[in-house]
């Protein structure tokens, strides 16, 4: 919709400067040569700028034609994954002989039971 509005002003502001430029300026420099002893004289109204319309008009239609064709990129959101909290284990070791933990037991005959709790 954005580019259909842009395209549609654009075109809008081609075609009202485009008749102010088609009538022009009269005028221009004229005057006598090297001889005639009165130098250059300026008669009307000025230089004619036939060329801003067109130059005008073409950066417009240009422009439009440029963003037109732009692609445009959209960047999916960051997928985010809350990882529940590491809490470090707590372990206690069992010794199954003498029914007893670790400290309270400095060795054990039978491999330790590790015991979460």
Same mark, same amino acid.
């Given at each position: 919709?954005? #580019? @259909?509005?842009?395209? @549609? @002003? +654009?075109?809008?502001?081609? @075609?009202?400067?485009? &008749?102010?430029?088609? $009538? ?19 008669? /009307?109204? /000025?230089? #004619? $700028?036939?060329?801003? /319309? &067109?130059?005008?008009?073409?950066? =417009? ?9 732009? *692609? #445009?990129? %959209?960047?999916?959101? !960051?997928?985010? %994954?809350?990882? !529940? !909290? =590491?809490? *470090? +284990? #707590? %372990? ?10 670790? &400290?309270?037991? !400095?060795?054990?005959?039978? &491999? ?6």
């Amino acid at each position: 919709m954005k #580019r @259909l509005s842009t395209l @549609l @002003l +654009s075109v809008l502001i081609f @075609l009202t400067v485009l &008749p102010a430029q088609a $009538h022009g300026g009269g005028g221009g420099w004229h005057g006598g040569g090297y001889g005639s002893g009165h130098g250059y004289v300026h008669q /009307g109204g /000025g230089y #004619r $700028h036939g060329w801003v /319309g &067109p130059v005008l008009g073409a950066a =417009l239609v240009g422009s439009v034609i440029y963003a037109a064709n732009t *692609p #445009r990129y %959209v960047a999916a959101p !960051p997928m985010v %994954v809350a990882q !529940p !909290p =590491l809490y *470090p +284990s #707590r %372990v206690a070791y069992f010794c199954g002989t003498t029914q007893q933990y670790y &400290p309270n037991v !400095p060795s054990c005959d039978v &491999p330790w039971q590790p015991v979460s709790y």
